[in-house]
C-alpha cells in the first residue's frame, strides 16, 4: 500500500571589413533564423514533455487480447483457481447497513493513483471482479511511476472509463497520475467514506492508496498480493498468465478477484446468475465470512 504524494523540481570583437554578401547570406539573418528555429524546438519539446508527464505518456486503449481476458472472465479458470490460496486481505466492517447509490444498488468505491505500483497490482483483479457483474468501456493501459518501487509496472486505469451493471455500481479515482500531479478530486460523498475508513483498523495505513470498499460491508486492508510478481511482465504476458490456473500470476489476480467477488456478492445477498462458476464463488463466501468484524 503507497501513501499519499506528499507536496504535489555576449561579448562582440572587431572584425575585418568582409565583402557585402546577398541578405539570404547575411549572417545575422542566418543567425536570427538559426536562433529562431531553436527556440520553436524547444518549445515543442516543453510541450510534448508536459504531455507526456501525465497519463497520456503511456497510455492507450485495452488491444483485443488484453480486453478478452479482463472483461470476459473465464468460468473453468476460476473454478480451477478458487481462492488461489490468497490471504483476501478485507477487512469485515460492523453493521448490517449496505452503501448504496441513489438508484439503490450496492455501490464499490475506489480510490488510487497511477504512479502506485500497489494499485497497479490491485486493479487488475478488482476489473476481472467487476466484470462478472457488468461492462467496462475506456479502459486505459498504463504503467506505475517509473522512480517508485516495482516501477514501471504493467496495468489498467480506470481514468475516464465507465461502468454499467444492473446489479451494483462502480466509483472510481485515480487521484493522481503517473507523475504524482494531481488528475481526478474525491466528489464529497467519495472523500467523507474515504476519510472515515481508509485508516487503521479498516486500512493499514491512513490515506493510502489503493483504497477499496465493498458496498460499507468490506474494506480493502492491504494490497492483495506483491506486484513484484508483475516485474517485466507486458500487458499481454499477463493477460497469458491469466489464461493458466497453474501460474503464480494467474492464481494472484484471479484468486484475488474470486475473493473480490465473494465480498460483492455477500453484499448483494445472492449470487447473480451473470457470475460465472458460481458454486466456487458459493465456496469462497463461506471464508470470507469468517473474517472478524472490525467495530465501527
Known sequence: ??????????????????????????????????????????????????????????????????????????????????????????????????????????????????????????????????????????????QSSATDVDANTDTLSFYKSTYTSPVIDFSATEAYDRSQNPMQPLTPEVSSIFSKYDTPPYTMLSGGFPFLDIAGRYILLNTSYDPAILKNLTWDQICTRMKDPTDPVCKAIVGNANILTAAICLALGDVPASVSAAPTIEAIESGVQKIPVTPA
Open 1 to 142: 500500500m503507497a501513501r499519499l504524494p506528499e507536496g504535489n523540481r555576449s561579448g562582440r570583437g572587431n572584425r575585418p571589413k568582409a565583402r557585402r554578401r546577398p541578405l539570404w547570406q547575411s549572417p545575422t539573418l542566418i543567425t536570427s533564423l538559426s536562433a529562431g528555429i531553436v527556440a520553436i524546438v524547444l518549445v515543442v519539446i516543453v510541450v510534448i514533455n508536459q504531455l507526456g508527464a501525465g497519463n497520456a505518456e503511456v497510455s492507450s486503449s485495452l488491444p483485443a487480447f488484453v480486453a478478452s481476458v479482463i472483461l470476459h472472465p473465464d468460468a473453468s479458470v476460476i473454478a480451477t483457481v478458487g481462492s488461489g490460496k490468497q490471504p483476501g486481505e478485507l477487512t469485515h466492517v460492523a453493521g448490517t447497513n449496505v452503501l448504496k447509490d441513489a438508484g439503490g444498488k450496492p455501490l464499490i468505491v475506489y480510490v488510487g493513483g497511477e504512479y502506485c505500483p500497489f494499485c497497479a497490482a490491485e486493479r487488475w483483479s478488482i476489473a476481472y471482479a467487476l466484470s462478472q457483474f457488468g461492462t467496462f468501456k475506456g479502459l486505459t493501459e498504463i
